[in-house]
């Protein structure tokens, strides 16, 4: 059944993948979700060797200079904004748009905090002398933490777009499977900050 037939009827239980073009969507999504895991691959192994390294510079010690409170705090944020783009879905499935809305900006809310807290460790790492510049592991460690966050930018900036067009266009089976696909990619944000947390912040502390 074609998708503009669905548009225009009652929505099945799952809308994002009542037509084929949906299902290619999420198909063609998982493959892209798999180059861009090779890409955090290369950052993260780029990372690890230089962080044998970080002593090269006269920037100030990463086990002293992180401060693991302001990153569990972040943490906790982005973790929750996955439980409400969940939530956003789940809604979705109950044809449900205004709390599709809901939910999702709320995800965008969180994750734009979330950028917040980011940028004032950033500007609190610059003033104790550790800049992209200062070593080896401090360039890796701001591409790194960086390229992860532009991706949080970039999903909220996405998210907020498919709110504007559920607003306009309401839920069909053409908008479903766009905002399944960004709840996908909000999740795979969300998993990559789970290992920078790990990898950079607590491995730099015990490590």
């Not at 798999?34 to 990463?62: C, H, Q, R, W």
């Not at 944020?77 to 109950?94: D, G, K, N, Y």
């Not at 089976?173 to 998993?191: E, G, I, R, S």
């Amino acid at each position: 059944m074609s998708a503009t037939h669905h548009a225009h009827g009652s929505l099945p239980a799952e809308p994002e993948k009542a037509t084929l073009e949906g299902r290619n969507k999420i198909l063609g999504f998982w493959l892209f979700l798999g180059g861009e895991t090779v890409l955090f691959g290369t950052l993260f192994a780029t990372f690890l060797g230089y962080n044998n390294v970080k002593g090269i510079g006269d920037g100030p010690d990463p086990a002293h200079l992180f401060d693991l409170k302001l990153v569990a705090l972040a943490t906790l944020i982005l973790l929750v904004s996955s439980l409400t783009s969940v939530f956003a879905v789940q809604a979705m499935h109950r044809h449900d748009k205004s709390k599709m809305l809901l939910w999702f900006g709320v995800t965008v809310v969180l994750g734009l905090a979330f950028l917040g807290l980011e940028i004032y460790e950033f500007v609190h790492y610059v003033h104790e002398g550790h800049t992209f510049s200062t070593s080896a592991f401090s360039s890796a460690f701001y591409t790194l933490v960086g390229f992860h966050g532009a991706h949080v930018l970039f999903g909220s900036l996405w998210i907020a777009l498919l709110m504007l067009q559920l607003v306009k266009k309401g839920l069909t089976v053409v908008t479903a499977p766009k905002c399944y696909v960004a709840a996908l990619y909000w999740h795979f944000v969300d998993l990559v900050w789970v290992f920078i947390f790990t990898v950079v912040y607590l491995m730099s502390k015990v490590g």
